[in-house]
């Protein structure tokens, strides 16, 4: 059984900071690419930032400059430093990993993890 759980998320005030944190565990024998989507209300969940087994990045428009993904592959976790963040984050925040166990490939997804950005 694979689960991915998220934590870190929180309330915070325009301008500040949160760093989001997504382990996975189960039957995992290896993780490829990682990362963080989100989903404010009354919109389609969309992509924040992903990186590969590698280490290579890719973000959304609306997070380059303010937002760091990074992964401990050790731990099976990634990371989401979040800076200067805006009232329009607000939104549930999932992380994906496409990961490997004995028997399947595939796409895994959190729970989700609240982020409330007050201004």
């Known amino acids: 059984q694979v689960q991915l759980v998220e934590s870190g998320g929180g309330l915070v005030q325009a301008g500040g900071s949160l760093r989001l944190s997504c382990a996975a565990s189960?039957?995992?024998?290896?993780?490829?690419?990682m990362g963080w989507y989100r989903q404010a209300p009354g919109k389609q969940r969309e992509l924040v930032a992903t990186?590969?087994?590698?280490?290579?990045?890719n973000y959304a428009d609306s997070a380059k400059g303010r937002f760091t993904i990074s992964r401990d592959n050790a731990k099976f976790t990634v990371y989401l430093q979040m800076n200067s963040l805006k009232p329009e984050d607000t939104a549930v925040y999932y992380c994906?990993?496409?990961?490997?166990?004995?028997?399947?490939?595939?796409?895994?997804w959190g729970q989700g993890t609240q982020v409330t950005v007050s201004s």
């Open positions: 994906t990993a496409e990961l490997y166990t004995s028997d399947y490939v595939g796409d895994y």
């Open positions: 189960g039957s995992i024998v290896s993780i490829n690419a």
């Open positions: 990186i590969t087994g590698s280490g290579s990045t």
